[in-house]
């Protein structure tokens, strides 16, 4: 099957999208599959030999952090060019656009995925006003498609909700073999405490935007000077970050780490913290859990569904009315954290990369079958 991935996002970025990409690419090359992938064009031009087709990027007004790619007619002559079998669009946005518009053309099986949960930002950006506009843009897009998915039941029925039609879950996965409790390292534990490796560690590993909420744990830390964040990652709410935590002493800041250096941070880390109530899964759960670490999470619909309360981690009300400290503190009874330490890495040797791989290649074939099936009855 010859398969063309329209991507809003891809190598050298990292983050959840990403890595779910590169999961599927590996799995679906090695089923003998040939790849064309549409992405901005950020330097990194090869992946395993697939053809990689890059769109001039832009810096977008509102978020000058990240260049974007831009609707363009330049993605028509590539997909035609590579003559696809099948066309997904992932996270259509802005050059998303045109992969819909021109995949849609082709006459082939036309699949989106739904990874970034956008209209929900509008609140954190003071523009609660473009939500329904940003609900209508998403909703035109993904109904041009054969098959929507997205990552979780909870946002499966908000899509719902939001009259987007054919919409599946595309399940969540881990790379089981890279992430382990086994690369704790203790130099890189001194490293993530500022020396003080006998202090409670809790890790953040994401993108420093300003809907991640990362700021709403200033009043956890204040009330724990036993406790030391680390905060791994970078993006354009980190200058600002770095001036709300700069009264404490127990705060970390690393910029990205990657490859071995970020396994380490995950496995020398005591407790992963995940305060953004606006994601449509989280990969980094996963990642935390496979290190064997349980997740202190904010409650939200798709973090629900990962993280069972007292068991994986803990679950905590966000907001004015918050009890973040309180369920930190819990993790000073006796036994408490070693028990959640090892049902989160139990738990997490259920989710390999192979199964979502698969059933992404099945939606592929579903699409493919659905759409000759049409063309049948269209004849008749």
Known sequence: ????????????????????????????????????????????????????????????????????????????????????????????????????????????????????????????????????????????????????????????????????????????????????????????????????????LLLFVGRLAFEKEIDSLIPMLEQKPDAHLAIVGDGPYREELEKNFAHLNNVTFTGFLHGEELDQAYASSDAFMFPSTTETLGLVILEAMASGLPVIAAKSGPTNEQVEDGSTGLLYRSGPNGNLTEVVNRLDEFGLLEKMSKEAFAHSRDYGWRGPAQQLLDFYESAIELKQNDEQQAIQ
């Open 1 to 200: 099957m010859k398969i063309s991935i329209v991507t809003e996002t891809f190598l050298p970025s990292t983050d959840g999208v990403v890595t779910r990409l590169r999961a599927s690419i590996d799995y679906l090359l090695d089923q003998g599959h040939d790849i064309q992938v549409i992405a901005p064009d950020l330097g990194v031009r090869s992946y395993r030999n697939i053809r990689f087709d890059g769109v001039q990027p832009r810096t977008f007004i509102f978020y000058k952090h990240r260049k974007f790619g831009m609707p363009t007619r330049s993605i028509k002559t590539y997909l035609e060019d590579f003559d696809p079998d099948l066309v997904h669009v992932v996270n259509p946005a802005f050059m998303g656009y045109s992969g819909i518009k021109y995949g849609r053309r082709l006459g082939v099986p036309l699949i989106a995925s739904y990874h970034t949960h956008v209209p929900k930002y509008a609140n954190y950006y003071n523009v609660s006003w473009s939500e329904p506009l940003l609900w209508w843009h998403f909703r035109r897009m993904h109904n041009k498609a054969d098959i929507n998915l997205c990552t979780s039941q909870a946002i499966l029925e908000e899509l719902e909700e939001q009259n987007f039609y054919n919409v599946h879950l595309w399940k969540r996965g881990v790379d089981t073999d890279r992430f382990n409790p086994e690369h704790r390292n203790e130099k890189m534990r001194q490293r993530l405490t500022n020396g003080n490796p006998d202090k409670t």
